[in-house]
């Protein structure tokens, strides 16, 4: 059985993969430290992540299943670089770039994402990406 919980602080050796492709929530945090954060996402065929800017915060993405499109930029007006994505792709989203990931297939897009520092209070899950929308502790 695969723990969800978010363990952060404690040492932890878990399956990633599974925990990612295992995940039917839009977003559940599964290990928040002090400047690392880990949540696992599945993205509803059509749906996205949603544009959005971490300030001071790099973040890392990779994709297990499912395809898409990775859009970045300066400005929410001006996501001058897209890329689409699929399984075993890594995004790279430097500190204070826009950036939004759409899932563009017929299938759930399945990934995991890291940033550094954390970015969701700890032990943060949303079923939806409306709960997401819908959450006073979120941007």
């Given amino acids: 059985m695969l723990d969800y919980s978010d363990r ?3 040492p932890v050796v878990e399956d990633i993969e599974a925990l ?8 559940t945090t599964i290990w928040t430290g002090d400047k690392l954060q880990v949540t696992v996402m599945a993205i509803q ?32 007006e001006n996501l001058s670089f897209e890329k689409p994505v699929k399984a075993d792709d890594a995004i790279f989203v430097p500190a204070d770039t826009w950036h939004n990931v759409e899932n563009t297939g017929d299938q759930i897009l399945k990934l995991y994402t890291i940033y550094a520092g954390p970015d969701h209070v700890k032990g943060t899950v949303h079923p939806t990406h409306e709960d997401a929308r819908n959450d006073p502790n979120e941007d």
Avoid: A, W
């Fill in 8 to 10: 952060g602080k404690q």
């Fill in 45 to 76: 065929p059509g749906d996205d992540i949603g544009l959005e800017i971490h300030h001071g915060i790099d973040q890392f993405l990779r994709i297990e299943s499912g395809t898409g499109v990775c859009k970045m930029g300066l400005s929410k």
């Fill in 20 to 27: 990612t492709l295992e995940n039917e929530n839009y977003r």
